[in-house]
């Protein structure tokens, strides 16, 4: 009989701060562990191709979208979605923007585009317009709430400002 192609294998995970041990198939990607294994249903699918951004997580700190990346290759790194960015009593301050300034209509493209500017503030804090600009630029809104995007961005750049300690919290 010849060799099965197709081999689950253990994995290790670290997300927000917990390991998990798990077993996944050959070809699953990070965000379908994500969202089928662990339940963290923070980062959305949208293209599956890495070209829309709603799958967005922090992998070592860095912006990176999970649709695209095999589970198995992030083991033993520090992943990062929605769910750990902050916690509903003490929320990240660029979760507290995007509410503060209504910055959504469907909300699909919300995971991408706040894991995205959170990667952005923690590297680059007093952003210039453009740079806000080019760092979201691979993130879609179909439903065009860009403006009031750029609002929220502006809001929590000047809260991270005012209260550098304020990183939101693990859960
Ligand atoms: S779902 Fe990952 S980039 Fe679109
Ligand atoms: S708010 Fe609907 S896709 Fe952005």
Redesign the pocket.
Known sequence: MPPSTYAEQAIALRVNGQAHALTVGPSATLLQVLRNDLGLNGPKYGCGLGQCGACTVHIDGVAARACVIPAAQVQDRAITTLEGLGSRQRPHPVQSAFISAQA???????NG?IMTVAALLAREPQPSPQAVRDALSGN????G?HLEILAAVAQATAAMAAEPANTGAQP
């Open positions: 959504a209509q469907c909300g699909y493209c919300l585009m879609l809104c179909r439903c709430a």
